[in-house]
C-alpha cells in the first residue's frame, strides 16, 4: 500500500479535495471557449476567462506513460517498488498519479485503468488508477 501523504489545500482546490472524499473526481470546463481544464484553476489557461465550471469525470481512462520507481524517498521511502504514471482520461486531460493493485510486469501503454481513492486521514483523497475490470 502506497502512503497517502495529504495535499496542501487552497480557496481554489477546497471543491476538489471535498469531491475526492466523496468518491467523485472533479474538472473543469471553460464555459467561454469549452476546453476542459487540469489541474484546478480560477481562470481559463487559454482565454484567460474567470467562467469556468465544474463536472464529475468520468473514472476511467487508459496508461499514457508510466515508469516503475524501484526505490523512492520521503514518505515514499520504503514503498518501492511502485509506478508513477500519466493517465490519460476519458474526459481529455492527462494527469499524473500513481497504477496501483496490479501485476507491474503487465502494465502497458494504452491499458484500460479506473480510478481508485484513498483517503489520507485529512479530509481528503487521493485518485489513483488500477487495471479496469472490464
Known sequence: MLPAPAPVINSTTAEFWKATTEGRFILQRCDACDIVLWFPRRNCPKCWTENVSTFDAQQTGTIYSFTVVRKGTG??????????????????????????????????????????????GEGSALYRFRPASR
Open 75 to 120: 514518505a515514499f521511502k520504503d514503498a518501492g517498488p511502485f509506478v508513477i504514471a500519466y493517465v490519460e482520461l476519458a474526459d481529455g486531460p492527462r494527469i499524473m498519479t500513481n497504477i496501483v493493485d496490479c501485476d507491474i510486469d503487465a502494465l502497458h501503454i494504452g491499458m484500460p485503468v479506473e480510478m481508485v481513492f484513498h483517503d489520507t
